[in-house]
């Protein structure tokens, strides 16, 4: 098993900042995929970046590029999201995830955090 706190969601204005941070414990942290995902009101849940154990393999969905850095840092079996240039579309509920497989298909992934809101203001 592995638990997965997520933390530093909250309001923002728009073009502001957050980072988002992932705590893992459990299992081997270094031996897990991690992923960032999130779910809009009435909308699927969908991945917004995802890291592979070494940190050298980060896709990122075309609606984040550029904007939000995904990294990890294994010591501290923690993953972060930095998060900048918000928009009142990037708001939404914010997952972290564990897996063995770099994918974005959510049912792939194998633990899930509980979720932070994250709202954007314009």
């Known amino acids: 098993q592995v638990q997965l706190v997520e933390s530093g969601g909250g309001l923002v204005q728009a073009g502001g900042s957050l980072r988002l941070s992932c705590a893992a414990s459990?299992?081997?942290?270094?031996?897990?995929?991690m992923g960032w995902f999130r779910q809009a009101p009435g909308k699927v849940r969908e991945v917004v970046a995802t890291?592979?154990?070494?940190?050298?393999?980060?896709p990122y969905a075309d609606f984040v590029k550029g904007r939000f850095t995904i990294s990890r840092d294994n010591a501290k079996s923690t993953v972060y999201l930095q998060m900048n240039s918000l928009k009142p579309e990037d708001t939404a509920v914010y997952y972290c995830?564990?897996?063995?497989?770099?994918?974005?298909?959510?049912?792939?992934?194998?633990?899930w955090g509980q979720g932070t809101q994250v709202t954007v203001s314009s």
């Open positions: 890291i592979n154990w070494r940190g050298d393999s980060t």
């Open positions: 459990g299992r081997t942290f270094s031996n897990y995929v």
């Open positions: 995830a564990a897996g063995r497989q770099n994918t974005d298909k959510t049912t792939a992934w194998d633990y």
